[in-house]
């Protein structure tokens, strides 16, 4: 059974930084493509971050390049997204996600998510 178990949400001023965890069970990390994306109250989830098998510089969405950044520990079967400069609407549930191919849009597995709020 595929689990994908994120963690490291909370509270933080906005300025701030946080660093969220997503480890894998049934899976191994390292083979699949694992994407963050999030979810506002009253949106639609969006595509924040992503990182193939083979590693590399990863792909952002335009509201986060330059402040979050996606990495693999494949030791551990584990995605992390490092988030700073933080803004009060960068506020949602944080979710992990795992899918064979790259995709930006609907991934085969997710995890359950993490709050993440930023206050202003």
């Known amino acids: 059974q595929v689990q994908l178990q994120e963690s490291g949400g909370g509270l933080v001023q906005a300025g701030g930084s946080l660093r969220l965890s997503c480890v894998g069970s049934g899976l191994t990390v390292s083979t699949y493509f694992m994407g963050w994306f999030r979810q506002a109250p009253g949106k639609e989830r969006e595509f924040v971050a992503g990182i193939s098998w083979s590693g590399g510089s990863g792909l952002y969405s335009d509201s986060v390049k330059g402040r979050f950044t996606i990495s693999r520990l494949n030791a551990r079967n584990t995605v992390a997204l490092q988030m700073s400069s933080l803004k009060p609407e960068d506020t949602a549930v944080y979710y992990c996600?795992?899918?064979?191919?790259?995709?930006?849009?609907?991934?085969?597995?997710w995890g359950q998510g993490t709050q993440v709020t930023v206050s202003s």
């Open positions: 996600a795992a899918n064979r191919f790259p995709s930006t849009r609907d991934h085969a597995y």
